[in-house]
């Protein structure tokens, strides 16, 4: 079945600087990539999708871009901010699945840092 | 997209216990499902809720364990039977709507720990 590997565990950067996540997967028929931002004690909420058919896709300061041939997608942000510190995680939908499975990577605490 | 409200936020629990926690949507949806986050994890499926039918389960969970209950179009129940130490996790309910397929909203997560 789909596997999802997420790297870094953690990240930690200075405010104004980028953050970068990047996650690959295993089933190159999946075809559908979300990334979450988990704050402590919150649920995971959407921040940006991107769909096997397109290679970027961007939102103010978070963009995302996945390469179908090598399987793997990141997460850009640029600017960061202190409220950009929480858990990242990005998921794959595995083939043939029901519409509500997703397969997440491990996540990724972000710390930044004023 | 839908607004989810989860009961309780979190508990402590004894050993051997069971316990419920409730989801309610703000809008009808057809389909609902429960996700576990263990400690410092990722979040896992556990099953998925369709209103008139039976949950269907994934791979490692049982309805014994994990019974579910899908009354209407608006809510859900489910609950962790003879709860051990190993069961302390986010218990996490979410539905699909918004902007298509496979776009999940979770609620805010129940905290369950067993002592």
């Known amino acids: 079945g789909e596997n999802v590997e997420q790297h870094p565990s953690t990240l930690s950067v200075q405010e104004g600087d980028s953050a970068v996540i990047k996650c690959t997967y295993s089933?190159?028929?999946?075809?559908?990539f979300p990334w979450y931002k988990q704050e402590l004690g919150k649920g995971p909420q959407l921040i940006i999708d991107?769909?096997?058919?397109?290679g970027e896709k961007k939102d103010q300061r978070i963009a995302v871009t996945l390469n179908k041939t090598a399987k793997h997608f990141s997460l850009h942000i640029t600017e960061t901010q202190p409220e950009d510190s929480a858990v990242y995680f990005c998921?794959?939908?595995?083939?043939?699945?029901?519409?509500?499975?997703?397969?997440f990577g491990q996540g990724t605490t972000l710390q930044v840092k004023p | 997209s839908a607004v989810i409200s989860q009961k309780p936020s979190r508990d402590i629990c004894q050993r051997g216990t069971s316990l419920t926690i409730q989801c309610q949507v703000d809008s009808q949806v057809t389909m609902m499902f429960w996700y576990r986050q263990q400690p410092g994890q990722s979040l896992t499926l556990i099953a998925t809720?369709?209103?008139?039918?039976?949950?269907?389960?994934e791979s490692g969970f049982v309805i014994d364990k994990f019974p579910i209950s899908r009354p209407n179009l608006t809510f859900s129940t489910l609950t962790v039977s003879n709860m051990s130490p190993e069961d302390s996790s986010i218990y996490l309910c979410?539905?699909?709507?918004?902007?298509?397929?496979?776009?999940?909203?979770f609620g805010a997560g129940s905290r369950l720990t067993v002592l």
């Open positions: 991107i769909r096997s058919n397109v």
């Open positions: 998921a794959a939908n595995p083939p043939s699945s029901n519409t509500g499975k997703l397969i």
């Open positions: 089933d190159s028929a999946s075809n559908y």
């Open positions: 979410s539905t699909t709507g918004g902007s298509g397929a496979n776009v999940l909203t």
């Open positions: 809720a369709n209103q008139g039918s039976e949950a269907t389960y």
